[in-house]
């Protein structure tokens, strides 16, 4: 399977990407449509290659390529004037309307920088960290209501948010009803 994860806020630019990509033998192992859901993904695979548009409804390319810097490499497609607004050691751009060869050469190209340089395995999280985020999902799933996806929805999202790492706001959101 190809880690490629696809990216767009737009869902019919999504298809096309996708259409395009398969259409070559390519398989995606994603499709997002927000950049928390390709951070995800990406840190799922333990490395990727993003085809992303340049604006989600929760950040820019700017901000994905920063969140994945060392984990995934990220091919902006979109116009030149949005592609001038990009910047990030791992974000190479492509300019609408690219040509089908221009596409595939850049992927390419990507492919072999990610198979070189960005195979991390997903990162563990030690027991201790483990046991946080669980204690602050089954207190948001006691207190609140919410079903096991919808706390750790809620865990992320605070986290991504606050620019904190998931254990922090677990802890964070354990003292914030013991005290």
Not at 8 to 23: D, G, K, P, W, Y
Not at 25 to 30: D, R, S, Y
């Amino acid at each position: 399977m190809d880690r490629i994860v696809v990216a767009f806020a737009n869902e019919e630019a999504q298809r096309r990407i996708l259409r395009l990509l398969v259409s070559d033998g390519w398989e995606p192992a994603a499709c997002c449509t927000s950049g928390a859901e390709a951070i995800r993904a990406c840190r799922k695979l333990g490395s990727a290659i993003v085809v992303c548009g340049f604006k989600f409804r929760d950040m820019t390319a700017t901000d994905l390529a920063a969140d994945l810097r060392g984990t995934a490499v990220l091919l902006v497609v979109s116009s030149a004037v949005n592609l001038d607004m990009c910047e990030g050691e791992n974000l190479y751009k492509l300019a609408t309307p690219a040509a089908r060869s221009d596409f595939f050469a850049s992927l390419d190209m990507l492919r072999r920088f990610e198979e070189k340089n960005l195979h991390h395995p997903p990162p563990k999280r030690k027991e201790e960290e483990q046991k946080l985020i669980r204690t602050a999902k089954e207190l948001l799933m006691d207190v609140n209501r919410m079903t096991e996806a919808e706390a750790h929805r809620f865990l992320q999202k605070r986290s991504m948010d606050s620019g904190m790492k998931l254990a922090e706001m677990a802890q964070y959101i354990i003292d914030s009803y013991t005290k």
